[in-house]
Each structure stands twice: as structure tokens, then as C-alpha cells.
């Protein structure tokens, strides 16, 4: 990538698998390896747009030992030492729409199937490192989505952006993987950015480095760009020693709070709109970092929480299990989450009795 942007790389991958499709029988299949040591979170996106764009889909991944197992330079980054052979063929029927739900459904049992083979012992009796354990189930997902690149439909039955894909996929398997503070059971199908906020973000409270940043979003296929976009992180201010734009400052939930409460009244209005056509999923637009963090600031606040509750109430249990990990990390929030906590432990006597 000497010498080219990263937009010119995956356009130059592009032509060269187009020429390869173009030259290769019908029967025939593509097989190249691939090492990354990225960054930002982009080069799966880059890497399947390029290959799917131009016909094929991932038949299979093979993870074998790559030049990490000898290389000083690598080790000391923390790079992977796995690269992955990826076996490609020709598409060769459109695939029928599949919804994101079903799909990352099918994901997830796919991830849970890889771990248990590699804590088994499939590639040796000596542990994977954990990035290397991240790469070859992310690998393994690719295969699936692969097969139905471009026509996973969201709720709204549009198609799913390939980078809102990703960054799923990529909670999906983090959360299997991670041993340090890993999440209740309740908020395995939390969306992608709120599983940014809990891992990488709420635990904050002054300013980080760019590069700390990048490194803590990076396994989650999310940039610095997606964060400060959902307005969770702004720029830090000059100065301590991280010179002018090189830190950043996560929001707090005082500071959050207007927009979260649009955000949600906005999810809550579609909400209502189409409740008769519910499917029992998570309603449409719904961050619950949003949620997490109005509940903060208005308990700490002194205002009253229940009437936003009740707009969500069928969303109780992963708003419980989030406000309790949150509480386990930021001892400064307690006194407002115990609060919340309190309200919907007695929220049904109260709404029973008509006093809501």
C-alpha cells in the first residue's frame, strides 16, 4: 500500500479479482491469503466489498501460522500470527433476501461453533492468542455472510450497509471471546454501538490519546469517525502533552442528554406507528446507550425516570443488566442507577395501583 490510500488499494484489489473472475472457469476458485495488522477497523469491509463486488463469495477460510510466529517486529505490535487462506469461488445463483435478524442469528451459533473448536484444540494444544482467536471466527462468519452478500435486509426490509454488518459481527464475536469484564447474558443482541459504549467508552472519564482510542475500537471494526458521528466522544482539548486533535473526550451522560432523550423519543414514536406489525425484535433505531445514559443523567438529576421506563418497558432486562455492569465500572454513577434500579423493581406496584 506503499505510496496509495487505503481507497486506492481496495480499488486496485477490485480490478485485479475482476480480471481473475473474468479468466477463471466456472468451476474454478480463488485462493489468496490474507495478514492485516489494522488499525482502524476497515479492512474486512475493504477486503469483502472488493471480492463480493466482483462476483465471488468465500467458500471457505483456513487459518494458518503466518510470519508472526518469527517475526520480532510483529510480536512486539501484538499482531495476529494466524493468516487466513481464503477459498473463493464464482457466485454462482443470486442469493434470496435473508434478514439481518435471521442471519446474525445463524452468526452467532457459527462463532460459538469456531471458539469450541479452537478451545478443543483444532489448531493445536497450544492456546490461541486472543486476537488470533478474533480473526479466525471473524473469518468463519465472513463464509456465511458472504453467501448472501447484498441482500441482508434490515428491519425495514432495506439492505443492510456492509459496515453495520461488520461491526456486529464483530460484537458478536468479541463478546465470546472476552474474558475482562464480559457482558450478562442480556445484552447479547444489543446493537453495535452500544457495545462499543460499555466495552470501550463508559469506563472513561477524562480525555484519551487517538491512538489509545483506535486501539481499544479497532477489534470492533469501528473508527474513531463512528463514535464522534453518534455523538458518544468529542474532540479533547490542546494541550497534555497530546498536541492539538490528538485526544478525545467521551460524553457523559449529563452532557448526552438532550440527545439522547430526541433520539429516543424518536425510536418511541416509530415504536408506536408500528406496533401492530411488531415482530418481537428490538424497535427500530434503538441505541441503548441512549437509554442507559438518559436514565443516568435524569435520575442524577432528580427527575423522575418512570415515564421514559414505561416507553421501553419491554426492554427492561437489558436495560437492568446494562445499568448493573455500568455500575460495577463507574462508582460515580451508584447513587443515580440505584435510583433507576429502584423505580423498576417498584414500578409495577406503582402502575398497578394507577400511580405512574
Not at 467458500?59 to 495476529?80: C, D, F, I, K, R
Not at 455523538?231 to 502533552?241: E, K, S
Amino acid at each position: 500500500m506503499r505510496g496509495k490510500t487505503r481507497d486506492d488499494f481496495y480499488r486496485d484489489l477490485s480490478v485485479v479479482f475482476l480480471r481473475v473472475h473474468g479468466a477463471l472457469p466456472e468451476q474454478g476458485l480463488l485462493i489468496f491469503t490474507f495478514h492485516h495488522t489494522d488499525q482502524e477497523g476497515t479492512v474486512w469491509e475493504g477486503l469483502l466489498q472488493s471480492l463480493c463486488d466482483s462476483g465471488f463469495e468465500i467458500a471457505a477460510v483456513y487459518p494458518v501460522h503466518g510470519e508472526a510466529e518469527s517475526s520480532l517486529n510483529l510480536q512486539e505490535n501484538e499482531s495476529t500470527s494466524y493468516d487466513l487462506i481464503h477459498l473463493c469461488r464464482k457466485r454462482r445463483t443470486d442469493p434470496s433476501p435473508r434478514s439481518w435478524a435471521a442471519v446474525r442469528q445463524e452468526v452467532r451459533r457459527r462463532a460459538r461453533a469456531e471458539l469450541a473448536a479452537i478451545e478443543a484444540g483444532r489448531y493445536g494444544g497450544k492456546p490461541l492468542a486472543e486476537a488470533d482467536v478474533r480473526l479466525v471466527c471473524i473469518g468463519k462468519c465472513l463464509e456465511l455472510y458472504s453467501a448472501h452478500y447484498d441482500r441482508v435486509l434490515d428491519h425495514e426490509g432495506k439492505t443492510l450497509p456492509l459496515h453495520r454488518a461488520l461491526q456486529d459481527i464483530s460484537a458478536i464475536v468479541d463478546q465470546l471471546v472476552t474474558r475482562d469484564r464480559p457482558l450478562p447474558a442480556e445484552l447479547e443482541n444489543i446493537d453495535s454501538l452500544s457495545y462499543v459504549w460499555l466495552r470501550c467508552l463508559m469506563p472513561r472519564r477524562s480525555e484519551l490519546s487517538v491512538d489509545s482510542l483506535s486501539k481499544d475500537l479497532r477489534a470492533l471494526q469501528v473508527s474513531i469517525d463512528d463514535v464522534k458521528d453518534a455523538g458518544l466522544a468529542i474532540r479533547g482539548r490542546d494541550g497534555q502533552g497530546s498536541g492539538r486533535g490528538r485526544s478525545y473526550k467521551v460524553k457523559q451522560p449529563a452532557e448526552r442528554l438532550e440527545q439522547a432523550l430526541a433520539n429516543l423519543e424518536r425510536v418511541a414514536m416509530r415504536q408506536v406507528q408500528t406496533n401492530l406489525f411488531d415482530t418481537g425484535g428490538q424497535p427500530e433505531g434503538l441505541v441503548f446507550a441512549d437509554l442507559w445514559q438518559a436514565l443516568i443523567a435524569l435520575a442524577d438529576a432528580g427527575e423522575s425516570v418512570l415515564p421514559l421506563l414505561e416507553k421501553f418497558r419491554a426492554q427492561w432486562p437489558e436495560i437492568g443488566a446494562g445499568l448493573r455492569y455500568c455500575k460495577l465500572a463507574r462508582n460515580d454513577w451508584e447513587s443515580a442507577i440505584g435510583r433507576v434500579i429502584g423505580v423498576m423493581e417498584g414500578a409495577p406496584l406503582l402502575v398497578q395501583h394507577g400511580v405512574a
